[in-house]
T-cell receptor, first 115, second 112 residues
Framework: NAGVMQNPRHLVRRRGQEARLRCSPM?????VYWYRQLPEEGLKFMVY????????ESGMPKERFSAEFPKEGPSILRIQQVVRGDSAAYFC?????????????FGQGTRLTVV | DAKTTQPNSMESNEEEPVHLPCNHS???????IHWYRQLPSQGPEYVIH???SNVNNRMASLAIAEDRKSSTLILHRATLRDAAVYYC?????????????FGEGTQLTVNP
């Protein structure tokens, strides 16, 4: 059973371009969480999705950021018109349920660099 | 989200046991105590979780105080590979999706 797969592992974008980060959860997992880790900082929650639904986006910046988790295919975190401050590591996690007595499995992250 | 308090850093020697403490005095009755760790340049990794009873798995043991206001993660024989930031997190049913809220964690250094 493959773990949580994120791609690309590294992404370089120029200011103003779009960044699309993909996350394939573990097989059978329908709950996905995205986190951002700025350089030398902690992990901050961004958004929680269940298949086809955004459940909690309280950690998402109000503009330029969006997330989806379609019925088929990976979850996508999309950042439009990137700025230097978006440079960070973005991690996704998946879980079989949204219950507190289950583990969450994290991917290796996508490291976004905006130049 | 209920808060946890951990020391900023700890040191250990290789092949010795390590006890990583966590205080969570405002824990509620339905909060699960989770531990994750993050090795350099990697994603967080699940270590262990528990509710009331002590727990053991192949990676570590979790000792939970009787009043549940504190817990200790025990690595029985530290290796260099255990050098990481360790996060103690309360996971509750009330928060949407029981999402994990990461604090600062404890930076564990393992000396050869």
């Amino acid at each position: 059973n493959a773990g949580v797969m994120q791609n690309p592992r590294h992404l370089v974008r120029r200011r103003g371009q779009e960044a699309r980060l993909r996350c394939s959860p573990m097989k059978g997992h329908s709950h996905v969480y995205w986190y951002r880790q700025l350089p030398e900082e902690g992990l901050k929650f961004m958004v929680y999705l269940q298949k086809e639904n955004i459940i909690d986006e309280s950690g998402m910046p109000k503009e330029r950021f969006s997330a989806e988790f379609p019925k088929e295919g990976p979850s996508i975190l999309r950042i439009q018109q990137v700025v230097r401050g978006d440079s960070a590591a973005y991690f996704c996690a998946s879980s079989p349920t949204g219950q507190p007595n289950t583990e969450a499995f994290f991917g290796q992250g996508t490291r976004l660099t905006v130049v | 989200d209920a808060k946890t308090t951990q020391p900023n850093s700890m040191e250990s020697n290789e092949e010795e046991p390590v006890h990583l403490p966590c205080n969570h005095s405002t824990i509620s009755g339905t909060d699960y105590i989770h531990w994750y760790r993050q090795l350099p340049s990697q994603g967080p990794e699940y270590v262990i979780h528990g509710l009331t009873s002590n727990v053991n798995n192949r990676m570590a043991s979790l000792a939970i105080a009787e009043d549940r206001k504190s817990s200790t993660l025990i690595l029985h024989r530290a290796t260099l590979r255990d050098a990481a930031v360790y996060y103690c997190i309360l996971r509750d049913q009330e928060t949407s999706g029981s999402r994990l809220t990461f604090g600062e964690g404890t930076q564990l250094t393992v000396n050869p």
